[in-house]
């Protein structure tokens, strides 16, 4: 039932921007779309945000830091995302459990089964329908987010780690989605952001049909 479509990437590869962009495009084309991100997206998700990405802290311990990450995770799927998906609409997430293998798994050296029998726990296992990799070399992503233009940008505790955390992390991405590449469309994310949203249109148009018949639009939702 429903679609359910992800955003991955390194920082500033312009998830944030795309999964709006095409989340507008969706509803302007009659769609019923829930778009949200990770960590957060609920009243409860948001406060553990706070704590996973505060830049006050520091110590936090590894362990703790991937179950925060899917507490959140659990939060999102079971208060927002099932309902949405039962109910015929489509999701857009900014991040979900691939930035936990990204990210503490590839980035900081977590046991990847671990990572993944804790996600599993926390999902239920729910994998996402799609998922559009805005691939970007992470020093131009980093570049983005410091340049002035985008000083309304969050700069987190996660963006802070060095460099080589980074690329880490952008070959977890490479891995992750040479992996399954039925589900992973890889998209070029240093183009322009109008390129880059017309190409991410298109390449959702197969997953749009396959689902056909498990979504709803809104015109058809509100006919009794
Ligand atoms: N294709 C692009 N070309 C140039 N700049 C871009 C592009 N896409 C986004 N940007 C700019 O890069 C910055 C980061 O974009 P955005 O917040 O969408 O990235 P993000 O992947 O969500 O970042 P984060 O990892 O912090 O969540 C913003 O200032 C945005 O305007
Ligand atoms: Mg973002």
Not at 86 to 107: E, H, K, L
Request: charge should be negative; glycine fraction near 8%; include cysteine.
């Amino acid at each position: 039932m429903g679609l359910f479509i992800t955003f991955e990437g390194s920082e500033g590869c312009g998830k944030s921007t795309q999964a709006r962009l095409l989340a507008e495009h969706l509803r302007s084309v009659g769609y019923q779309v829930s778009h949200v991100r990770e960590p957060g997206g609920t009243a409860i998700g948001d406060q553990i945000r706070s704590i996973v990405l505060g830049m006050q802290n520091t110590e936090i311990d590894p362990t703790a830091e991937s179950l925060l990450f899917s507490a959140s995770r659990a939060q999102l799927v079971n208060q927002i995302i099932r309902p949405q998906l039962a109910a015929g609409g489509i999701v857009i997430c900014d991040r979900y459990a691939d930035s936990t293998y990204a990210y503490q798994g590839y980035g900081l050296g977590r046991d990847l089964a671990d990572l993944r029998t804790v996600t599993t726990k926390a999902t239920g296992g729910l994998v996402p329908h799609v998922t559009i990799w805005l691939r970007i070399d992470p020093a131009v992503g980093l570049r983005r987010k410091l340049h002035p233009d985008a000083s309304a940008i969050e700069w987190n505790r996660l963006d802070a780690h060095e460099l080589a955390f980074h690329q880490r992390v952008a070959h977890g991405y490479e891995m992750l989605a040479n992996a399954d590449p039925t589900r992973w469309v890889t998209c070029d994310a240093e183009q322009s952001i109008e390129a880059l949203a017309a190409h991410i249109r298109t390449s959702v148009l197969p997953f749009l049909h396959a689902a056909h018949g498990a979504i709803s639009s809104v015109t058809e939702r509100t006919t009794p």
